[in-house]
């Protein structure tokens, strides 16, 4: 059963159970007030039936008329009797049977007493008189309320019947309503293949649960997205960059041994080798980073960091290590201003480190420059080289996986330094953009949200 078929029957079920109460309460405080109403006219009755015969002698002849035509009026199977002291009947309008002596005395004891029995309702008062003391017991049936109660059942019923099919009909179309984003996101969901991950469901207007499960799921695609670029860049990219250089080692070695060589061209073969073995060491060590990346993100959770100390220790571990050439900190913030990012350290260190890295190989190990600024809610991070600038042909495709113009500037590399670091920089929310020229080098600019 759907959802929306469950809260529709739900919905309904407790809305009748409520009616229900409310029908039933109403017909209870109903018929007991018609109860409390009919012993009252009985207790008249009792009063009227002792002005007219007991105090008939008297009254005058005007007011005995009045007296009954009050009492005119018969009700249904109505009966009144009379007992003296000694509980014998007198003036009994009715053949009927006899009250029993423990009913009368107890009229006696109580002065008034009101009872059922069955349908009939009895009403006794004990009446003193200067003839003496009598009890005056007067009983009916109150066809009247029955037949409003009948009546009021009837009509009931069919109040019911009507209420809880509006309720079903409305509650479904309102779950209905309720529910459509629901519908639409399962919709957009049955949309995502494997050929599209990129693909978002929408989690509508409204910030309820739908839309955080919207939110979620599309967290989730985020991290599955980049579990897939993740693999199809291994796949596409990872075979023919190490296919060639292995290649080429595999036929320098079949020439080499082709036949007999002096010792330089041994030499030169081997060294040719161990350049491709060093191109291909280089490209394993990238591809196990990229994936360590990825494992990273996928289960460690983001921390506030402080982005003075991360670029201090870092500034710290390139002058202990770069030799003659150094890295330039350049913190333009205020004294007591700490600017925190939410991200995850090991990550961040690396992106920051490959394009420090990719300044000091193409700069021909000069400084690099490292200057942070805050912006409009960001941390601003410009790390500057005095390299010869990135052709204007190549800046569209350096942070593209496994491209690199490192071979025509006899320069090592695979490819995927600056490709990790817009990787992890985007994972963060952040963005990393290029400025380059000839004349003063290249600049990456990198920005992350402050937290």
């Known amino acids: 059963m759907k959802i929306k078929d469950r809260l529709a029957i739900y919905f309904t079920l407790a809305s009748t159970l409520m009616l229900l109460i409310v029908l039933f309460a109403t017909y209870f405080t109903f018929s007991k007030f018609m109860e409390a109403d009919f012993f009252d006219r009985l207790t008249d009755r009792t009063m009227v039936t002792a002005n007219l015969y007991l105090e008939a002698d008297e009254l005058s002849a005007e007011a005995l008329r009045k007296n009954r035509s009050q009492y005119y009026d018969k009700l249904s199977r109505e009966e009144i ?60 049936v109150d066809r009247s309320t ?26 479904r179309s309102i779950a209905r309503r309720i529910l459509k984003p629901l519908d639409v996101f399962i919709d957009e969901v049955k949309l995502i293949k494997s050929s599209n991950l990129n693909h978002r469901v929408q989690g509508g207007k409204n910030k309820d649960e739908i839309g955080l499960l919207a939110s979620n799921f599309n967290e989730l695609m985020a991290h599955l997205e980049q579990a897939f670029v993740l693999q199809r860049t291994f796949i ?72 003075q100390s991360m670029l201090k220790s870092i500034e710290a571990e390139w002058n202990d290590n770069a030799g003659a050439a150094a890295m330039v900190l350049t913190l333009e913030t205020g004294e007591n201003e700490d600017v925190i990012v939410s991200a995850n350290p090991t990550l961040l260190k690396i992106a920051i480190n490959n394009v420090i890295a990719n300044g000091f190989k193409f700069s021909n190990q000069n400084d690099v420059n490292c200057r942070m600024k805050t912006e409009a809610g960001s941390a601003m991070i410009f790390i500057t080289d005095s390299g010869p600038g990135i052709p204007e042909s190549d800046q569209p495709f350096i942070f593209d996986p496994f491209y690199s113009s490192a071979t025509r500037n006899t320069k090592h590399g695979s490819g995927m330094g600056l490709f990790m670091a817009k990787k992890i920089i985007n994972l963060f929310k952040g963005s990393i953009e290029l400025e380059t020229s000839s004349a003063s080098g290249t600049t990456f600019i990198i920005s992350i949200p402050r937290f």
């Open 81 to 140: 009797r009379i007992y003296d002291a000694s509980n014998h009947p007198v003036f009994i309008d009715s053949k009927a049977g006899l009250w029993e002596k423990e009913t009368i005395e107890k009229v006696r004891r109580e002065g008034k007493v009101k009872f059922k029995i069955d349908e009939t309702q009895v009403v006794g008062i004990f009446y003193k008189d200067n003839q003496g003391d009598f009890v005056i017991l007067a009983s009916a």
């Open 146 to 171: 029955m037949y409003r109660l009948e009546k009021l059942k009837t009509v009931m019923f069919f109040i019911f019947i009507f209420i809880f099919v509006a309720l079903l009909l409305s509650s």
């Open 236 to 307: 596409a990219n990872s075979s023919p960059e190490l296919r060639t250089p292995l290649t080429s080692m595999m036929i320098g070695a079949e020439i080499v041994l082709s036949k007999e060589r002096e010792a330089e061209a041994y030499r030169k073969a081997l060294s040719s080798m161990l350049e491709d073995a060093e191109r291909m060491d280089s490209i394993i060590k990238e591809l196990l980073a990229l994936a360590q990346a990825d494992i990273e993100y996928g289960s460690a959770k983001l921390e506030n960091i402080s982005l």
